[in-house]
């Protein structure tokens, strides 16, 4: 099949790259940007393994066409951080042991950040359904949800 | 001064994941994210559309044509032996011959250009079979005549006759304990790169290499020599990467030295599920004789198992079921036999717990038997059966129970979690409510450290010095999230009295320590620490001796202390020593190595000690059932749990309040759906629930039982905590339990089966409203 040209920005920067139109951004992302931040977990949008943002919008890259990134403003876990400065979040992911395996960690990570994008004062409830959509086998989610609830909490404090 | 102050990341210390800042950036590579070599190739697996066949003919035909295909691989394109039986029973093809024994059996594979073309492709074949009748399930196979798979198990102690006769109380039950899918976030994946001469490098996500090693040495008909595994990290293994890759590692290194080209595989998620292994299903007919308090005097039990078509590890995995099947009860006259069914269904394999959590929760359904019988509240009935006090020590395979602290451990927790009290209002609560019903539970668990194989208890190491002071480790155990490699590191810091970020942790590899036994059976620790810190004494012993020579100070004045070495009245900074020292020739590398001491187990006789020492543990839960939909929610838990002396507290917190997840889903809302002709309708996260954020206990609270001390010589004191926290989850069950009691007033034992889902629930419900 032939391959459509596609142009889009990815974590501020503009990319461009050729795919098949079959291909799913996340194969896109991981194959031919070597952004392998996103991972499948399902590839049928149950595990949110492959979370990316679209526009400031929380979707599952494996459930979207590379094609259709045509033109978007894509932003992964590969953007979070400033340089070497650890987002707000990924430092208390560290601090609070929210991971063992890490597998999932990217896309909770972006999903928690679309989270207090959106709503930057959730309540416990809130976040545990809110992330209920990326799947972790490791940590049992405790951990997790104290982080995000602890960042959210500092992060209004600094704002 | 304390020896530790100015050093970072010792042991007992809450140091950070290895790969935690990777972890979070997106930058921890996992097999799938190595950068292919050009001109990889990519394999996927054809499988079987029936359970049971007599296998005619394949015509691959149309699957070579299909666009991208290079090729196909099938049972003749296996160079070595066709077989990759962990325990050397030939009972389990790479691909079958003559014989389809499950649904969802891989046939074939094709090997394409990409991933997605080999996928497509694989759909295309023409499969001719005989359709055979097929058995699913242990019953039915036991119905249909089904031999077993391995040799079963008998453990027997005491005579259970004449306590039958004579007992005041005796109750039958049958239990039936669902299976489980590792649902590992990272699937199975291996990646082959052909070398010269017969070898091969294997990078995969496997939780023993030394296996895969020698399973691709096996079906290529080369020595092991000839073959390389390497795994840096997984994303998750549970036991589902302990024998399962071994498949996918002998596909993609067939494919990879049949046309000297990279080959990657890599199932989706569906066949992930479909083509590899699971928790076994367990259905246990118990027998049990009692006291008028409730004091068990005589079991008898039975624990069939749904193994699969071939033997994997159903053998030890029985072996484990009937070693946990007493939990934390001493019971005088037992016998317990495993019947390890073969089935027309995947090979089920190891998983968390190991078939002990099958063993534990039987005992603990068997104690709400008699609580129910007896009228009692089930934690007394607990308490009476308790192992303690004079001639109440002994297991029913003969090993005394020498470390036991779950008196002092449960009246903790009893006391934390304000079980009494709380039962009671509980009690009122649901007088008052009609729909809602609430139910609390505090279970304990008693779990068995050692691999029963005893020869699998040994592990080595590799540790060297390089001259500018820097560390390197390896060993023989891998990481899957358990925080392994950190824990091994701290050991290491803590010996050589160094800051951790001197040391660097590497990916396993069969190059650098051979023979290892998998990361498995809770031990990665208790093994692996152990070989590296035997390494690392060696290097201080030349060290030392070395210090004794060059300055004249006795053994005794050569100290390693915060980032230093002190020799007498002189102090160097660690990597000036180790520069001093390299230039005076001494060796600064050492291989470590680790057998655990005390262990016997005859399997013949059914005696011995098959466990170094036990942990412990206790939970408490309380949930709320609504009686008109079956749906529940688990509204707080308490978790205290034994680590011994913690390596680090901040990773064995969560190694329990994961386990703890991970045993609470597999008793609720996992639930494994094979329809009629055998194939598995629950194949992926859209059918098969594991626990979301949002089932996490409404109010968690974890602890670590500090006071405690392994009484073994373990590594710095500590426990193993792999799998025994998973047994937590079982008070989750039993809280269930009393909740649907509750409609019947508390006098019937509700014997729900498990896992417990909503509509399992709900039909409990029923059956007791119905009067039983
Ligand atoms: S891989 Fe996209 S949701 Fe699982
Ligand atoms: S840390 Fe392993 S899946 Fe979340």
Redesign the interface.
């Known amino acids: 099949m032939s391959k459509l040209h596609v142009s889009t920005t990815v974590n501020g920067d503009s990319v461009e790259f050729l795919c098949d139109p ?2 799913t951004l996340l194969d896109c992302l ?1 194959d031919k940007l ?11 949008g ?2 949110g ?1 492959c979370s990316v943002t679209v526009d400031g919008r929380l979707v599952c890259s494996c459930l979207m066409l590379g094609v259709e990134a045509d033109g978007k403003d894509i932003a ?3 953007g ?2 400033e340089g070497e400065e ?1 987002h707000p979040l ?1 430092q208390k ?3 609070y ?1 929210a ?8 896309g909770v ?1 972006v999903a928690a950040k679309a989270l207090l994008e959106k709503n930057p004062d959730p309540t416990e409830e809130e ?3 809110w ?2 959509g ?12 104290r982080a995000v609830m602890d960042t959210a909490a500092d992060m209004r404090e600094a704002s | 001064m304390k020896d530790n102050v100015s050093v970072q990341g010792t042991a007992h210390s809450d140091r950070i994941h290895d790969s935690a800042i990777k972890h979070v950036t997106g930058r921890a590579d996992y097999t799938d994210d190595i950068a292919l070599p050009t001109g990889a190739l990519h394999a996927y697996l054809g499988v079987s559309d029936v359970a049971h066949a007599t296998l005619k003919s394949i015509d691959l035909s149309a699957v070579r044509a299909a666009p991208g295909v290079v090729g196909v691989l099938t049972a003749e394109d296996v160079p070595g032996v066709n077989d990759i039986s962990p325990t050397g029973l030939n009972d389990e093809p790479v691909f079958p011959t003559d014989k389809i024994q499950f649904h969802g059996q891989p046939l074939f594979a094709v090997i394409a250009e990409t991933r997605d073309a080999a996928r497509r492709a694989a759909e295309r074949a023409q499969i001719d079979c005989d359709v055979l009748p097929h058995a699913l399930d242990p019953i039915a196979a036991q119905e249909a005549g089904y031999p077993y798979v391995t040799k079963p198990l008998k453990l027997e102690r005491g005579d259970i006759a004449p306590a039958f006769k004579t007992a005041p109380n005796r109750i039958k039950g049958r239990m039936s304990v669902g299976g489980q899918d590792h649902m590992y976030l990272e699937g199975h994946i291996a990646f082959a790169i052909p070398g010269e001469d017969d070898d091969v490098v294997v990078h995969c996500s496997t939780q023993h290499p030394s296996e895969a090693q020698h399973m691709v040495a096996h079906v290529l008909g080369v020595p092991s020599n000839a073959v390389v595994v390497n795994v840096r990290r997984m994303g998750g293994g549970f036991g589902g990467k302990e024998s399962q890759m071994n498949l996918f590692c002998a596909v993609a290194a067939i494919a990879a030295k049949k046309w000297n080209r990279a080959v990657k595989i890599r199932p989706d998620r569906d066949q992930d599920m479909t083509a590899t292994g699971k928790r076994h299903d367990f259905v246990i007919d118990y027998d049990v004789a009692f006291d008028e308090v409730g004091r068990i005097q005589a079991l008898d039990g039975s624990f069939a198992a749904r193994c699969g078509f071939s033997a994997d590890l159903s053998g030890p995995v029985t072996d484990r079921a009937l070693f946990h099947a007493d939990n934390a009860y001493f019971y005088p006259n037992v016998r317990l036999t495993s019947h390890p069914m073969k089935t027309n269904t995947v090979s089920n394999t190891a998983f968390r717990g190991f078939g002990g959590p099958q063993g534990v929760i039987a005992a603990e359904r068997i104690i709400e038997e008699i609580a129910y019988a007896t009228g009692q509240d089930p934690l007394d009935v607990r308490k009476a059966n308790f192992y303690g006090g004079e001639g109440r020590d002994l297991t029913p395979y003969h090993q005394t129970v020498e470390d036991n602290i779950l008196d002092r451990l449960v009246s903790e927790l009893e006391d934390s979690a304000e079980y009494r009290q709380r039962r009671q209002e509980i009690i009122a609560f649901n007088a008052d409510s009609p729909v809602l019903k609430k139910g609390i539970a505090l279970t304990p668990v008693k779990f068995g450290i050692s691999f029963t194989a005893t020869w699998y208890n040994q592990a080595g190491a590799l540790v060297h010095i390089y001259n500018d002071g820097s560390i390197h480790l390896n060993h023989g155990g891998t990481e899957m999230g358990q925080g392994l490699n950190t824990k091994v590191a701290q050991i290491v810091a803590e010996a050589f009295q160094v800051d951790i970020d001197r040391i660097k942790i590497t990916k396993t590899t069969t190059e650098k320590v051979p023979n290892t036994s998998a990361t498995a059976a809770s031990s990665g620790t208790d093994l692996n620490g152990m070989a590296a810190l035997d390494a690392v004494r060696q290097i201080q012993a030349r060290l030392v001796d070395f210090a004794v020579e060059t300055w004249g100070v006795a053994p005794d004045e050569v100290v390693f202390r915060a980032n230093e070495v002190h020799a007498g009245a002189q102090v160097f900074p660690f990597d000036a020593f180790i520069k001093q020292a390299y230039l005076a020739r001494i060796q600064l590398s050492a291989a470590g190595f680790y057998k655990t001491p005390k262990i016997h187990w005859d399997r013949d006789k059914g005696q011995g000690r098959p466990f170094y020492y036990f942990s412990y543990g206790a939970a408490c839960s309380e949930v709320m059932i609504d009686t008109l939909t079956g749906e529940y929610r688990v509204e707080r838990t308490d978790l205290l749990h034994d680590v011994g002396r913690s390596l680090n507290p901040a990773l064995d917190k969560g190694q329990v309040e994961g386990a703890f997840v991970q045993g609470m889903g597999w008793l609720t809302t996992e639930e494994l759906w094979w329809d009629d002709t055998g194939r598995l309708r629950t194949h992926a996260p859209s059918t098969y629930k594991i626990p979301l954020a949002s089932d996490r206990p409404r109010i968690f609270n974890v602890n670590l039982a500090d006071w405690s001390e392994n009484r073994e010589l373990t590594i710095k004191r500590s426990k193993a905590v792999g799998e025994p926290p998973f047994m937590l989850g079982i008070s989750v069950f039993e809280a269930l339990s009393m909740a649907v009691a509750s409609v019947a007033g508390y006098t019937t034992c509700p014997r729900l089966d498990a896992p417990a889902t909503p509509e399992r629930v709900l039909m409990a419900v029923t059956r007791l409203r119905d009067g039983g």
């Open positions: 079959r291909e991981r070597n952004l392998t931040g996103a991972k499948e977990g399902c590839g049928t149950d595990c393994a992964t876990v590969e979070m951080a650890l990924q992911f560290i601090e042991a991971l063992q395996c890490g597998i999932c960690t990217p990570l976040a545990r359904y992330l209920a990326n799947l972790c086998r490791c940590t049992g989610y405790d951990k997790i949800i």
